[in-house]
Nanobody
Framework: QVQLVESGGGLVQTGGSLILSCTAS????????VGWFRQVPGREREFVGS????????DIADSVKGRFAISRDNVANTVYLQMSSLRPEDTAVYYC???????????????WGQGTQVTVSS
C-alpha cells in the first residue's frame, strides 16, 4: 500500500496562485499514476488532472486547462498541482489519488489522501 498526504492548501485571493503537493509514504509514488480531484459539498468529486507513472503523459481537465499544471519529482516522491489565475469557483477540497493507471474517474484509483482545502476569495 501507499499512503498519500496533500499539503499546500489555504486562502488565496482571486487571480492568485497555489502549489499543492502530494507526498507518498509506505511505497514509492513512482509505482503509480496519480490523479487530482476536487470536491465541493453537495457536488460530485470532479476530475482535475492526472500524470502517468513516467511523467510523460499529463491530462488536464478542460475546466482548468491553461491555468493548472501537474508535475512530479521522483527524487522527492511527490506530485505537484500548480494552480494559477485562481477563481472563486476553484474553491474546494483537493485530493490526490494513486492507481495502477490514470483515469478521469475516481473509480480508477485505489489509494486516496485526506484532502487539502483551497479557498479563493473574491
Amino acid at each position: 500500500q501507499v499512503q498519500l498526504v496533500e499539503s499546500g492548501g489555504g486562502l488565496v485571493q482571486t487571480g492568485g496562485s497555489l502549489i499543492l503537493s502530494c507526498t507518498a509514504s509506505g511505497r514509492t509514488l513512482k509505482t503509480y499514476g496519480v490523479g487530482w480531484f476536487r470536491q465541493v459539498p453537495g457536488r460530485e468529486r470532479e476530475f482535475v488532472g492526472s500524470i502517468s507513472r513516467s511523467g510523460f503523459s499529463v491530462d488536464i481537465a478542460d475546466s482548468v486547462k491553461g491555468r493548472f499544471a501537474i508535475s512530479r519529482d521522483n527524487v522527492a516522491n511527490t506530485v505537484y498541482l500548480q494552480m494559477s489565475s485562481l477563481r472563486p469557483e476553484d474553491t474546494a477540497v483537493y485530493y490526490c489519488a494513486a492507481g495502477r493507471s490514470v483515469a478521469p474517474a475516481p473509480s480508477g484509483y485505489d489509494y486516496w489522501g485526506q484532502g487539502t482545502q483551497v479557498t479563493v476569495s473574491s
